[in-house]
């Protein structure tokens, strides 16, 4: 069973800076196909940003030019660098990995308040 492990969500004033990262132990990395989506309250899971097996980025437009998705092969992990964060950013934040079977992570609570 394969379980992806995300980590460094916290509470952040606005205009700070987080960086997500996730784990994914026991699949052939390189392969995959590898996202970060959140969900806030009430609302349903969205796509935040994705990252191709070749290195190719798509980002939602509310957090184009603020956070950036990058990927390790060697270590098998993926980030997203967070920056000048909204309180429209607060929400659970999940890692994905998609090759021929979709896994998720548990989620991280990221909260952005003043």
């Known amino acids: 069973q394969v379980q992806l492990v995300e980590s460094g969500g916290g509470s952040v004033q606005p205009g700070g800076s987080l960086r997500l990262s996730c784990a994914a132990p026991g699949i052939m990395f390189n392969l995959y196909n590898l996202g970060w989506y959140r969900q806030a309250p009430g609302n349903q899971r969205e796509v935040v940003a994705t990252i191709g097996r070749y290195g190719n980025t798509n980002y939602t437009d509310s957090v184009k030019g603020r956070f950036t998705i990058s990927r390790d092969n060697v270590k098998n992990m993926v980030y997203l660098q967070m920056n000048a964060l909204k309180p429209e950013d607060t929400a659970v934040y999940y890692c994905?990995?998609?090759?021929?079977?979709?896994?998720w992570g548990q989620g991280t609570q990221v909260t952005v308040s003043s």
């Open positions: 994905s990995a998609n090759y021929k079977y979709t896994y």
